[in-house]
């Protein structure tokens, strides 16, 4: 289950990596403040596909350091089912500025009787990127590190804010994107593959999207895995509806199941 949360965080990737402030960011048109998006999260256990919790995200306009900022949370619950194998109970908040550019990320996960908090601090010291990085073990030990990029590098939070305003129609099917995201940890070594469009029913309503099709691959070990695969709307609003994640102990799937504040119409909506 480890896995499974970590992938529903990784919607879908950056469109580049720049190296100034200005250019960390990217012009907003995908969403306003007042969102909120809400999901059902579905395991395969024996052939049978079980609702094993909830996700929800909600985007609203605050501050931070005393400039406009965009505040992101992101909340997963197990249930009681899920609970019975793996507690799951996740809280993560970022802040941006107003153009998507990565502040403040904090995740505090508890991952069965295991609870840790990461956190990132952004500046942009000659035009590059500085993380400062904590975390804060199980055991209560605290762990400080700080890195440098010449390259934009982003959390699970301000990747998906970010990708969200991504122009998916300028590209061609196969071609592969860097996505380079960070805990208190390290630095993923991960890419994004378009692979191109489909119409996609929704599981238990009638409900049909245009979609465009992404895969989110990892280099671990030498190997690339397919650790998840995901469908957004095809509109302006590039809305995750589905996600499919191939996990070492089996598969789980997400649904997006309610929906409120989008910033534009849902165009990709099939009558």
Known sequence: ?????????????????????????????AFK??????????????????????ASMSTVQSTYSG???????????GNSKLDNYFIMRDTLLCYTDLNIAPSYFRKGAREGKRYYVDEL????????????????????THRWKEAEYKDCI???MSIFLRAR???????????NIPMPISDARHLTNSWLKYKGKTTLKMKNNKNKYRCLIFSFIEREDGKNHELIRFFITDDKNH??????MFLSFGSAK??????KGLRNELESKVE
């Open 1 to 29: 289950m480890i896995q499974m949360k970590r992938f529903l965080f990784i919607i879908i990737a950056s469109c580049g990596m720049m190296a100034t402030h200005a250019q960390c960011g990217i012009e907003n048109t």
């Open 33 to 54: 403040s007042g969102e909120f998006l809400s999901y059902d999260l579905y395991f395969n256990w024996k052939f049978v596909w079980m609702k094993v919790g909830t």
């Open 67 to 77: 400039k406009p900022a965009f505040r992101s949370s992101l909340i997963t619950r």
């Open 121 to 140: 601090w952004y500046t942009y010291p000659k035009n590059n990127c500085h993380l400062k990085m904590h975390r804060i073990e199980d055991d209560g």
């Open 154 to 156: 982003y959390d699970m």
């Open 165 to 175: 305003n991504f122009d998916a129609s300028k590209m061609k099917e196969g071609e």
């Open 239 to 244: 809305l995750p509806v589905r996600l499919d």
């Open 254 to 259: 997400a649904y997006l199941t309610g929906m």
